[in-house]
């Protein structure tokens, strides 16, 4: 098995995606291993998840900071006290500077809730409901200066059902999300996927643009 890679998960919410990442840890054959949760926000649900967990927590409130450079800056100080091989954004609701995301390049990965390069930013699934798409899923992808840009490394895709409303299709991309994170980050860990300057491999090999597609 390969050497444990250490992960650092950023959140601002409920931690439902670092739940799955938890669980998926868990197992004895994964090498990815959490070393610490970092939100910017103190009411954050997902850091009683870490502690449960037995996961080292750190509150940032980006509030307590002049500016976004100043608060990034901090972040990068408590993120590397940890030696992270991996930096992971769950759920984290900031938009990161150049560079923060220079420092991180190449081992920082993002979720984001449609089926990239549609839908980037905020409401993806009204959006999908509302061009009456056929298909929404979700994205893995290595994070660039680019909001939402950087190269895919897998997607989930669902149908749109008849009838779906926001929390029903919304609920059904939860859990595909669930899925495809912990297989990403798993694979990160296991020495299988980079990013080159061809875009993200997996194998050696480059992925197609669209990242590796499962649908359901």
């Known amino acids: 098995m390969p050497n444990a890679c250490n992960v650092v998960v950023l959140i601002s919410g409920s931690g439902s995606n670092l739940q799955a990442l938890i669980d998926s840890s868990a197992a004895a054959d994964n090498p990815a291993r959490i070393r610490a949760v970092i939100s910017n926000r103190a009411d954050a649900y997902g850091l009683q998840r870490a502690k449960a967990a037995g ?4 509150v940032l409130d980006h509030k307590a900071f002049e500016g976004r ?3 990034d800056a901090a972040l990068i100080e408590a ?4 030696a992270p091989d991996l930096v992971v954004l769950a759920g984290f609701m900031r938009i990161l500077t150049p560079g923060f995301v220079r420092h991180y390049a190449g081992r920082l990965l993002n979720i984001h809730p449609s089926l990239l390069p549609r839908y980037k930013g905020l409401h993806t699934h009204q959006r999908a409901l509302e061009a009456g798409d056929r298909e929404h899923g979700c994205s893995v992808h290595f994070v660039t200066e680019e909001l939402d840009g950087g190269p895919l490394v897998v997607q989930a895709v669902i149908p749109i059902q008849p009838g779906d409303s926001l929390d029903s299709l919304a609920q059904r991309v ?3 999300e669930h899925s495809i994170y912990p ?4 694979w990160f860990a296991e020495g299988r996927l980079r990013l080159s300057e ?3 491999m997996l194998d050696g090999q480059a992925l197609p643009s669209t990242g590796q597609l499962i649908r359901t």
């Open 174 to 176: 939860h859990q595909q």
């Open 79 to 82: 993120i590397d006290a940890f």
């Open 55 to 58: 996961i080292d927590t750190r």
């Open 183 to 186: 297989l990403a980050v798993r």
């Open 69 to 71: 450079d100043a608060f």
């Open 198 to 200: 061809q875009g993200a």
